[in-house]
């Protein structure tokens, strides 16, 4: 760790960055953006092209914080309240906003090259990146929103900090509790790029959950075919395949997956009363209830995580000085059951005592 970061840093520069304008609902990108380049986002939600660190990142006095955030993954998570939580622990902080992975590369490179102290990334597919920034530059420091050791051969650079959602045992619980409400034995699973291993622990736990409290239930599972590219800001597909669901007999669903997982909430809800009639929906890594107003009809639950605590932490140690390396992991949990009557609440909170006990298997 270079020896700056054994005091205190200054705090008059703040060169702090939210997206509260730019990401839409569960953090993904709410316009719909072409530039080739990634967009910084101000704090009065302005956006220009292309970006570079605030303040002078090589002075050893000044303390650099960049996060790039591309389509997909864990980077969705609260990130007003993240970057906020970051608001007085550093010098600079800059918050970015890329359309793909590509992009996310170029971002990274940037913060590399203005000698960025701490760089954060999130999305899907990005772990190969992170790994090449950090052998390459073992000065400095990086951490992944989302998990990169799950398939890979061989050791993560020791500059290199994973964190991680653990989120099957709550994507069980909400697919044990679809197939306690569903009355035509049909749930849906509307999901984002399989690329991403947030989707394919929705899709584990939820098919696993609805299995565990009916075996003879119906599983009608999508992940969106276009990768990280279009994966996680494909409305149209989100909603025409969720209408598909619906056709077929679906009448509980799960959307996640940015753009794509929210349409399919929207188009649920065309199909709900709001009064735990028609077709009920659960969000996925945002309260729907909050961040999509339009599915408010059919939302009885969503899978929540809480990133900005730990990021803010790890944030605060490394301007305190720590050398940061490992793994973080962060639980997901459900939010408060809405229009879900109070046997099935009773079931619910009976499946969630055993999980944390040990006494099933969530993996199915």
Not at 33 to 49: C, I, K, L, Q, Y
Not at 167 to 185: I, K, M, N
Request: some cysteine; proline content about 4%.
């Amino acid at each position: 760790m270079n020896s700056r970061r054994s005091a205190t840093p200054s705090r008059g520069v703040i060169g702090l960055l939210t997206m509260s304008l730019v990401l839409a609902s569960c953090g993904l990108f709410g316009d719909e953006r072409t530039s080739e380049t990634p967009t910084v986002v101000d704090e009065d939600g302005n956006g220009s092209t292309g970006s570079a660190a605030a303040g002078d990142c090589a002075d050893q006095e000044i303390v650099c914080v960049g996060i790039v955030l591309g389509p997909g993954g864990i980077e969705a998570r609260n990130l007003e309240d993240m970057a906020a939580g970051a608001r007085d622990l550093v010098d600079s902080l800059e918050l970015v906003a890329a359309d793909d992975t590509s992009q996310v590369g170029l971002q990274l490179g940037t913060f590399v090259d203005a000698s960025v102290d701490l760089i954060v990334v999130g999305g899907a597919d990005t772990g190969d990146q992170l790994i090449e920034a950090a052998e390459r530059s073992p000065e400095l420091t990086f951490v992944s929103l989302g998990t990169i050791e799950r398939d890979r051969d061989g050791d993560v650079p020791a500059n290199l900090v994973s964190v991680e959602i653990d989120s099957v045992d709550t994507a069980f619980l909400a697919g044990a509790t679809a197939g306690l409400l569903t009355e035509t034995g049909k749930i849906g699973a509307v999901l984002g790029s399989d690329v991403d291993d947030e989707m394919t622990d929705i899709r584990a736990g939820w098919e696993a959950g609805a299995r565990f409290v009916n075996p003879e239930i119906e599983l009608f599972t999508a992940f969106h075919p276009g990768g990280t590219a279009l994966g996680f800001t494909d409305p149209a597909w989100g909603a025409e395949t969720a209408r598909s669901q619906i056709d077929a007999g679906v009448d509980v669903l799960v959307g996640a997956g940015g753009m794509t997982g929210n349409a399919a909430l929207v188009e649920a809800a065309r199909s709900a009363d709001g009064e735990g009639e028609g077709v009920r929906c659960v969000g996925a890594f945002a309260d729907a209830l909050a961040r999509v107003p339009e599915a408010q009809p059919c939302v009885f639950t969503s899978i929540l995580v809480d990133v900005e605590e730990p990021l803010a932490d790890l944030i605060e140690r490394f301007a305190d000085g720590d050398e940061l390396s490992g793994t973080v992991e962060v639980p997901a949990y459900l939010a408060p059951f809405k229009g879900v009557s109070d046997e099935i609440s009773e079931q619910a909170d009976q499946l969630s005592f055993q999980i944390a006990q040990g006494g099933i298997d969530t993996d199915g």
